[in-house]
């Protein structure tokens, strides 16, 4: 596949959170921002807890075939411009907490820094699960726990 057509595919466009990927730099933090788009769209469409799971697994799912069609494709596993798992993580990561500018910061700031430095168990999922299934897991193992760290977080500063 030519690079132009990579980019006019719809995996591609997905797998990029619709270009942001191909952004200079740090293609992940902008991939964040991506998340932050989702979840807004989420918390604006549906107030229910119930929603908001179902639409993120189904993101998950997607997210899990495309990143593994995508990086076959490419012959790089988790290439940077493949943000879509950073898409899902963050949505994970703000499950359930106030939708105020404090608390969308706060998971992206914590969301990022897990992100990057993966502590444990973020590492081994890194280094031993090379699929699209991985790449989908250790972000949303970054979220999980970021989210139950907002979480705590809230309860003490309610």
């Known amino acids: 596949m030519t690079e132009n057509t990579k980019k006019n595919n719809w ?6 959170c619709f270009g942001l990927g191909y952004l200079p730099a740090v293609p992940g933090t902008w991939g964040t921002f991506g998340g932050i788009a989702l979840y807004l769209l989420l918390i604006v469409i549906s107030s229910s807890s119930l929603f908001y799971i179902l ?5 998950f799912i997607i997210g899990c075939w495309i990143c593994e069609k995508v990086a076959q494709d490419m012959k790089v596993y988790d290439h940077g411009s493949v943000v879509w798992d ?3 993580g963050y949505c994970i990561s ?7 500018f404090f608390w969308i910061t706060a998971g992206f700031i914590l969301f990022r820094i897990f992100d990057i430095i993966k502590p444990w168990p973020i590492v081994l999922v890194d280094e031993k699960m090379k699929s699209g299934f991985g790449m ?3 972000d949303v193992l970054a979220g999980i726990e970021v989210c139950f760290i907002l979480h705590i977080l809230h309860v003490f500063i309610r």
Request: proline content about 4%.
């Open 11 to 16: 995996m591609y466009w997905i797998a990029t």
């Open 94 to 100: 703000m499950f359930a907490l106030p939708h105020t």
């Open 86 to 88: 950073e898409v899902v």
């Open 136 to 138: 989908m897991l250790d």
């Open 55 to 59: 639409a993120v697994l189904i993101a």
